[in-house]
């Protein structure tokens, strides 16, 4: 059954330093998110991206995010200078034609 | 109001009971909803999406009432294994977004 990829599982960083996430999409769908869940908090949506373009961002994506779809098969989320309060499980979805979204297994990104 | 809501519990509930959880929303407009299920520390995991005449798999049934705006989701002889977060999930409408509730806790007691 095909399924959403994320790397990496784990990421740890320092305080400013820039993190890239990387997503694969399960293959023929056309509509990409990324969600953001602070621990013991509920998923917040980030952005949704769709024919090579932001279509939504939420107010939590402000111009420290970015995201890009540099080939045909990867989905990044680009965090230019991080927070502690960035710390949190992202976690990016794919969604095709119908309605329902998948998730990927997410990644821990751990801001020190 | 919020967009989304839930009622966080937990519910504890024995093997074997049935147990009912609801989610209301805000926009009367909103076309598309579902349920997601969350274990500590993963990704969501669609468990149905609900339709206006309701659906049921297994011992899953989803419910939509437009009129109170709520959507229900019950669980028939729960199983240990069904214990986990319940998230209710509905789009907001003319947008690409997706709203989640906090999530319904469920732990099921052997």
């Known amino acids: 059954e095909p399924e959403v990829t994320q790397t990496p599982s784990h990421q740890v960083t320092q305080m400013g330093q820039e993190v890239i996430l990387r997503c694969v999409p399960i293959s023929n769908h056309l509509y990409f998110y990324w969600y953001r869940q602070i621990l013991g908090q509920k998923v917040e949506f980030l952005v949704s991206f769709y024919n090579n373009e932001i279509s939504e961002k939420s107010e939590i994506f402000d111009d420290q995010f970015s995201v890009e779809r540099p080939d045909g098969s990867n989905f990044t989320l680009k965090i230019r200078s991080t927070k502690l309060e960035d710390s949190a499980m992202y976690f990016c979805?794919?969604?095709?034609?119908?309605?329902?979204?998948?998730f990927g297994p997410g990644t821990r990104l751990t801001v020190t | 109001r919020k967009e989304v809501e839930q009622d966080p519990g937990p519910f504890n509930v024995p093997e074997g009971a049935t147990v009912a959880f609801n989610c209301t929303y805000s926009?009367?407009?909103?076309?598309?909803f579902f349920w997601y299920r969350q274990d500590c520390r993963k990704e969501p995991k669609l468990l149905m999406s609900v339709y206006s005449s309701g659906n049921e798999d297994g011992r899953f049934t989803a419910q939509l009432n437009r009129a109170s705006q709520y959507i229900s989701l019950l669980i028939r002889d729960s199983k240990l294994s069904d214990s986990a977060t319940y998230l209710c999930?509905?789009?907001?409408?003319?947008?690409?977004?997706?709203?989640f509730g906090t999530g319904t806790r469920l732990k099921v007691l052997a």
């Open positions: 926009n009367s407009a909103s076309q598309s």
């Open positions: 999930v509905v789009n907001r409408p003319g947008t690409y977004k997706y709203i």
């Open positions: 979805a794919s969604k095709g034609q119908s309605y329902e979204q998948y």
